[in-house]
Nanobody
Framework: QVQLVESGGGLVQAGGSLRLSCAAS????????LGWFRQAPGKDREFVAA????????YADDSVKGRFAISRDNAKNTVYLQMNSLKPEDTAVYYC?????????????????WGQGTQVTVSS
């Protein structure tokens, strides 16, 4: 079993920055992909970014390219999401997810484990 615990959310003004962290524990897999998704009130959960275990490939949604950066520290079993130039439309609950595959995916149903989420609120 894999446990994912997110942290780092909070309230920030537009234009500000936050860094989210997600610590994985339990049975973690060397050939896995870690991703971030978000869900705003009344909307579907949407893909934000993902990174492969070997750090070779990252993939980000067009809505966050140039503003958000995903990274991971395999020694700490942790994935990060650095969010800069935040906008009110970035307000959502952000979820960390793990996919038991070395291939990056933006499809929510292809991820096997999920964290509980952390709230990010961007004020205008």
């Amino acid at each position: 079993q894999v446990q994912l615990v997110e942290s780092g959310g909070g309230l920030v003004q537009a234009g500000g920055s936050l860094r989210l962290s997600c610590a994985a524990s339990g049975r973690t897999f060397s050939r896995s992909t870690l991703g971030w998704f978000r869900q705003a009130p009344g909307k579907d959960r949407e893909f934000v970014a993902a990174i492969t275990w070997n750090l070779r490939y990252t993939y980000a949604d067009d809505s966050v390219k140039g503003r958000f950066a995903i990274s991971r520290d395999n020694a700490k079993n942790t994935v990060y999401l650095q969010m800069n130039s935040l906008k009110p439309e970035d307000t959502a609950v952000y979820y960390c997810a793990l996919r038991l595959s070395e291939w990056v995916s933006r499809v929510r149903t292809e991820y096997d484990y999920w964290g509980q989420g952390t709230q990010v609120t961007v004020s205008s």
